[in-house]
């Protein structure tokens, strides 16, 4: 293999658009342009497109096409979720329960509702990043109104036990809302099983194209959001915008080829994984994080005891990882999942997080490893 080749592992930030995702989005950007709110011919064939798309994303999470909202990406899919409901609720309470280990984009709008007069708990979690249920279940108070938490950590890829969650949550009567971004197309998803309120998740995590996403709103358990963004009144009133049609049409397209290939894919990428890490912790101090719990089968993330962080990364110059959230990454700061999890910041700012994907290849594995574990001799070396 050339050393100079790059190899990407970062696959939890984003992956690359599938070949046969391009080319099923190519005709709308020329041919078959029409706004999807236009009464003739052109606007009902970008809208039929929009539809079929609709349902290709309904079936990959096992909902109703109706209960999906087309946004810009999960971000905005959240922002819409959680002002949207506050809004709406805010008569029935003002407290709002999540995680410390949610996604910058949950916790930096919770942030902005607490500014609005909401209260916010969040939950702790262990040294492996789990939640206690116990304290979740305490933490519930008559103002509660809404939970939220992520079904799939995006740095870790530990897997909360979501159905679980959802019993304690709706046995006392309050909204459960869930980003389930990480989860969707590397393990099953299932909608109706898990009787999620609302949901979160975007298509460039699953090989579609950028700015667009989804949210889900349960129409069974009658869940009331208000929109936030007006003018034009498209998708059912909650996000009014022209639609970004090639977007939602490549959306589609990779949602049915995660539902057709999702498991023999995340098998062969678990497997790559596994043998990943069986190289990784043979290097003196590496510790694998949440690795005794449910993970994705894509995610390792690993921390390298007495190591410059910030040079470990800048080493590793062929090898495309992380230390945390692509949406922070840029700012040099310890991981807020990692320090939620008891990681003091030298340790959690020498964590590395390594997301495979579809093209991760054997090859790429032990390059990568052989590469980690070059660099972290050589920089322990130094520090002696």
């Given at each position: 293999?050339?050393?100079?080749?790059?190899?990407?592992?970062?696959?939890?930030?984003?992956?690359?658009?599938?070949?046969?995702?391009?080319?099923?989005?190519?005709?709308?950007?020329?041919?078959?342009?029409?706004?999807?709110?236009?009464?003739?011919?052109?606007?009902?064939?970008?809208?039929?497109?929009?539809?079929?798309?609709?349902?290709?994303?309904?079936?990959?999470?096992?909902?109703?096409?109706?209960?999906?909202?087309?946004?810009?990406?999960?971000?905005?899919?959240?922002?819409?979720?959680?002002?949207?409901?506050?809004?709406?609720?805010?008569?029935?309470?003002?407290?709002?329960?999540?995680?410390?280990?949610?996604?910058?984009?949950?916790?930096?709008?919770?942030?902005?509702?607490?500014?609005?007069?909401?209260?916010?708990?969040?939950?702790?979690?262990?040294?492996?990043?789990?939640?206690?249920?116990?304290?979740?279940?305490?933490?519930?108070?008559?103002?509660?109104?809404?939970?939220?938490?992520?079904?799939?950590?995006?740095?870790?890829?530990?897997?909360?036990?979501?159905?679980?969650?959802?019993?304690?949550?709706?046995?006392?009567?309050?909204?459960?809302?869930?980003?389930?971004?990480?989860?969707?197309?590397?393990?099953?998803?299932?909608?109706?099983?898990?009787?999620?309120?609302?949901?979160?998740?975007?298509?460039?995590?699953?090989?579609?194209?950028?700015?667009?996403?989804?949210?889900?709103?349960?129409?069974?358990?009658?869940?009331?959001?208000?929109?936030?963004?007006?003018?034009?009144?498209?998708?059912?009133?909650?996000?009014?915008?022209?639609?970004?049609?090639?977007?939602?049409?490549?959306?589609?397209?990779?949602?049915?080829?995660?539902?057709?290939?999702?498991?023999?894919?995340?098998?062969?990428?678990?497997?790559?994984?596994?043998?990943?890490?069986?190289?990784?912790?043979?290097?003196?101090?590496?510790?694998?994080?949440?690795?005794?719990?449910?993970?994705?089968?894509?995610?390792?993330?690993?921390?390298?005891?007495?190591?410059?962080?910030?040079?470990?990364?800048?080493?590793?110059?062929?090898?495309?990882?992380?230390?945390?959230?692509?949406?922070?990454?840029?700012?040099?700061e310890p991981s807020h999942v990692l320090k939620a999890m008891g990681l003091n910041d030298e340790l959690a700012l020498s964590s590395l997080?390594?997301?495979?994907?579809?093209?991760t290849t054997e090859a790429d594995i032990d390059f990568a490893a052989s590469e980690i574990r070059t660099i972290v001799d050589q920089l322990?070396?130094?520090?002696?």
């Open positions: 293999m050339n050393v100079k080749q790059k190899i990407y592992l970062d696959y939890n930030a984003t992956t690359p658009v599938d070949q046969r995702v391009l080319e099923t989005m190519l005709p709308f950007f020329t041919g078959e342009f029409g706004n999807a709110s236009s009464d003739h011919v052109f606007g009902w064939e970008a809208d039929d497109a929009v539809e079929q798309a609709r349902n290709q994303i309904a079936k990959l999470v096992n909902c109703k096409a109706s209960e999906i909202i087309f946004t810009s990406g999960a971000t905005e899919a959240a922002n819409l979720a959680l002002f949207g409901f506050a809004k709406r609720n805010r008569s029935k309470g003002r407290h709002i329960i999540t995680a410390r280990t949610e996604h910058k984009a949950i916790l930096d709008t919770m942030k902005v509702l607490e500014e609005d007069g909401f209260e916010i708990t969040s939950l702790n979690v262990d040294s492996e990043g789990n939640i206690d249920l116990n304290e979740l279940e305490q933490s519930i108070t008559s103002e509660t109104i809404l939970v939220c938490l992520m079904m799939a950590n995006n740095e870790t890829g530990i897997i909360h036990p979501i159905q679980e969650i959802e019993k304690v949550v709706h046995s006392r009567g309050i909204k459960f809302m869930s980003d389930i971004t990480q989860a969707v197309g590397k393990i099953p998803v299932d909608l109706k099983k898990m009787n999620l309120d609302l949901a979160i998740f975007s298509s460039h995590k699953i090989y579609g194209p950028k700015g667009v996403g989804a949210l889900y709103i349960n129409k069974k358990n009658k869940v009331d959001i208000d929109p936030q963004i007006f003018g034009g009144g498209q998708e059912k009133g909650m996000r009014a915008g022209t639609l970004n049609v090639p977007g939602i049409v490549g959306f589609g397209k990779a949602s049915e080829i995660a539902f057709s290939e999702m498991q023999e894919g995340s098998n062969r990428i678990g497997q790559l994984r596994d043998k990943l890490e069986r190289l990784l912790i043979k290097i003196e101090g590496a510790e694998i994080n949440c690795k005794n719990d449910p993970r994705l089968p894509n995610t390792t993330n690993i921390s390298f005891k007495d190591i410059d962080g910030n040079l470990l990364l800048r080493k590793l110059n062929t090898l495309a990882v992380s230390r945390g959230s692509a949406c922070t990454s840029n700012i040099i997080r390594i997301s495979l994907g579809r093209e322990r070396r130094v520090s002696i």
